[in-house]
């Protein structure tokens, strides 16, 4: 059986800095796509950062040069920095992975339609 579960989140001031990590457990397949997605209330999921088991990266374009996606191959372990967070940056975070898929699926539109294997979210909250 497939785990994800993410940690990492709380509560900081804008232009704050926060780590978000994902362990996954279960995980079979040498091959994978990894994501970042997250979500606000009324607002649709959306992908914030993608990585693959070849280390390509993705990024949305609201997020680059500010959020760095990384993995730690070895325990199957996914993170997420963030720097110079700003209040629209406020949501649920959720970490994702699937079979092998093209990483730029992470961050197109109804990307989170392609990834089955999901955790509960972790809480990030921007406050100005």
């Known amino acids: 059986e497939v785990q994800v579960v993410e940690s990492g989140g709380g509560s900081v001031q804008d232009g704050g800095s926060l780590r978000l990590s994902c362990e996954v457990s279960?995980?079979?397949?040498?091959?994978?796509?990894m994501g970042w997605f997250r979500q606000a209330p009324g607002k649709e999921r959306e992908g914030v950062a993608g990585?693959?088991?070849?280390?390509?990266?993705s990024y949305a374009d609201s997020v680059k040069g500010r959020f760095t996606i990384s993995k730690d191959n070895a325990r199957m372990n996914l993170y997420l920095q963030m720097n110079s967070l700003k209040p629209e940056d406020s949501g649920t975070y959720y970490c994702?992975?699937?079979?092998?898929?093209?990483?730029?699926?992470?961050?197109?539109?109804?990307?989170?339609?392609?990834?089955?294997?999901w955790g509960r979210g972790t809480q990030v909250t921007v406050s100005s």
């Open positions: 994702a992975i699937e079979g092998f898929r093209p990483v730029r699926m992470v961050v197109a539109i109804n990307g989170a339609n392609a990834f089955g294997y």
């Open positions: 279960g995980w079979l397949e040498n091959r994978y796509t």
């Open positions: 990585i693959d088991s070849d280390g390509m990266t």
